[in-house]
């Protein structure tokens, strides 16, 4: 006999067609300045490119058909009804609700918008004002993810954050008062000077404040990020000496599952933790595979059978799209061997993991024994634990999932 989870699964899976709805992701690669752990392709742009790049990232959202064919994709596919957007970046919380309200109005004219869809904007605490906050709320942004990172302030200043816990609470007490309960607070585990205990005020900090939803990121270091590169390269700028041990923010981690579970949010994905009812709709959408639709810069896009990606390139995206010509960087169409993988990878993201005999029935051949030794591998590490059909990382396993995940491909 079937759980109710899975009976929902099957059939909210054999509902995917072409009515399935999409979530739609806007990119704003501006900051007021790039902060030191930073790897996404955002940075301080000269202010003056930010109007020049709203217009034209609303004339790529009005002609996504025409600059879609030319990089082969079908427009036919494209005629799908959303029910999130989702503004991040960079900081799209610079732009004012009038910029933010013609860039909607243009994805409200491109694409039909449910009633009720979840609208988010990722904004830092600073630009939250009573003019953003009603401007915001006005145009019909349901939902602000807050790029917190620290309630303390040294480690703040330390990668280049420019506020501090008091802007935090300024910004919840404003948005509340425009009418948006739905806040989503991020942290990072592993800046630089943080400790147990300063780890243990900030989530103290935060939860007094009651957010709906936290997602919590560990700190990766690579080449990507100034400070990444400097610990890659044993050097001492942008306070590298005081980043705190692998171990220990690994352990910052397995404090704050611990912490939020207890508090009664639900811990859904790797990262995030919800009170029950504010998952984050679109999110979602990456790890089940569902549609979305990005533009702008390194937006990315997914419609069921291919994956596209913009230049991550400012300066390239500017030239191509003033031509008239797509900025699609990059198309794929998947197989069905990697839509299999990406879907156990993507799935195993997800706390509830995969249903087993839902690929098997899916993909038209026997996952449990395909994917039998890593399986079997993982699941002896105590990384993985199935719970009858269903496949899902344990606890310990959260801290491996990298390994977890390549184990599953080729
Ligand atoms: S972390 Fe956020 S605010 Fe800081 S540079 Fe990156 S995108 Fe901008």
């Known amino acids: 006999m079937k759980k109710p989870e899975e009976k929902q699964e099957q059939i909210l899976r054999s509902a995917q067609d072409d009515s399935m709805l999409a979530g739609i992701y806007l990119s704003v690669p501006f900051c007021r300045q790039k902060c030191t752990y930073c790897n996404f392709a955002s940075d301080a742009h000269p202010a003056h490119l930010l109007p020049e790049y709203l217009r034209l990232l609303e004339s ?22 959303v029910d999130t ?18 860039l909607l109005e243009a994805v409200r004219s491109s694409f039909r918008v449910e009633t009720g869809a979840e609208i988010t904007v990722e904004a830092s605490p600073e630009n939250v004002t009573p003019a953003t906050g009603s401007g915001w709320a006005a145009c019909g ?15 703040l200043r330390a990668v280049g954050r420019m506020h501090d816990a008091e802007t935090v609470r300024r910004a919840f007490t404003v948005l509340r008062s425009a009418g948006i309960e739905n806040i989503s607070a991020d942290l990072i585990a592993g800046l630089p000077f943080q400790t147990a205990q300063s780890w243990r005020v900030s989530l103290d900090a935060l939860l ?14 690579d080449e990507d990020s100034r400070l990444g ?13 005081a980043v705190p041990t692998e171990e220990h923010v690994a352990d910052f981690y397995c404090a704050a599952v611990e912490f939020l579970r207890a508090a009664g949010f639900n811990h859904y994905e790797i990262s995030n933790f919800a009170r029950p009812g504010f998952e984050s709709r679109h999110n979602l959408k990456y790890w089940s595979d569902e549609p979305y639709f990005g533009f702008g810069v390194e937006a990315h896009s997914y419609d069921g059978e291919r994956r596209w990606a913009n230049t991550d390139s400012l300066e390239r995206y500017l ?3 003033e031509r008239g010509e797509s900025p699609i ?4 169409v998947l197989r069905s061997q990697e839509r299999l993988e990406e879907r156990l990878f993507l799935g195993l993201r997800r706390r509830r993991g995969v249903s087993l005999s839902q690929l098997t029935a899916e993909f038209a051949r026997d996952v449990s024994r395909d994917y039998g030794e890593p399986i079997q591998e993982y699941c002896e590490a105590g990384w993985l634990e199935k719970d009858g059909d269903r496949l899902r990382l344990t606890d310990r396993g959260l801290l491996f999932s990298n390994e977890v995940f390549a184990g599953f491909l080729p």
């Open 60 to 81: 790529e959202i009005l002609h996504r058909s025409a600059l879609w064919q030319t990089a082969g994709i079908p427009a036919s596919r494209d005629e799908r009804a």
């Open 85 to 102: 957007i989702y503004l991040g970046g960079g900081t799209p919380g610079l732009l004012s609700g009038e910029q933010l309200g013609s």
């Open 141 to 155: 942004v349901s939902r602000i993810s807050l790029g917190v990172q620290s309630m303390v302030s040294q480690e």
């Open 208 to 221: 007094d404040l009651n957010p709906a939803h936290l997602s919590v990121y560990m700190f990766e270091v």
């Open 229 to 241: 590169r400097e610990l890659l390269e044993g050097g001492a700028r942008y306070r590298a000496g």
């Open 319 to 321: 030239e191509t799209m």
């Open 329 to 332: 960087a990059d198309c794929k």
